[in-house]
């Protein structure tokens, strides 16, 4: 059940310590991000000021004063060629999943992506994340590619899936 007291925002310097904490919650106990050394806050800071550089969104969501969830994109590839395309990340405090807080997080980066006349959001998810999954499907997401065993974390090999949302935009793509 969404709570009407969420409240979805862009992100300020301010939330990067509750951000961290999710992200690294995320690191530590999930498989939603393939890696095992959680981050600082001066890497968190690092990454949020390069965001604010590349005038790329940072949403929360935020409860009663609280972070309890956030969400961003960033470029795909880094070659010329993907410029319309971007890669999502959704993460919601362990407290708080399952409680309809991704549905909240979801919409503006697709409003954004549209804004800046972007055209394919991209997914990357572990195939064990089913949660995850039906989310983004729920918002058009469809698979595109499954890989499979290309992580190794908690003992096991985890496979990777690709879903991908097309945009109706830009009206105009340019090659410069």
């Known amino acids: 059940m969404i709570n009407s007291d969420i409240l979805i925002r862009p992100a300020t310097e301010n939330d990067l310590p509750e951000i961290l904490a999710i992200y690294n919650d ?3 106990n999930t498989t939603a991000v393939y890696n095992y050394t959680p981050h600082t806050l001066a890497m968190r800071k690092e990454w949020f000021e390069q965001k604010m550089i590349d005038r790329l969104p940072v949403f929360v969501a935020e409860c009663t004063h609280e972070v309890i969830g956030f969400s961003t994109y960033g470029p795909f590839r880094a070659w010329a060629a993907y410029k319309y395309s971007i890669e999502s990340s959704v993460y919601i405090s362990p407290e708080h999943r399952g ?5 909240l997080l979801i919409p503006p980066l697709i409003a954004e992506a549209r804004h800046k006349q972007l055209h394919t959001i ?6 064990s994340n089913i949660a995850s999954i039906k989310l983004h499907q729920n918002f058009g997401f469809s698979e595109v590619g499954r ?6 974390k908690f003992g096991k090999w985890l496979d990777l899936v690709f879903l991908q949302l097309i945009l109706d935009t830009p ?3 340019t090659e410069t």
Not at 147 to 152: A, R, S
Request: no cysteine.
């Open 147 to 152: 890989f499979k065993q290309v992580g190794y």
């Open 26 to 28: 995320a690191i530590i």
């Open 171 to 173: 009206e105009h793509p």
């Open 122 to 127: 991209v997914a990357g998810i572990d195939a």
């Open 99 to 103: 409680q309809g807080i991704g549905k």
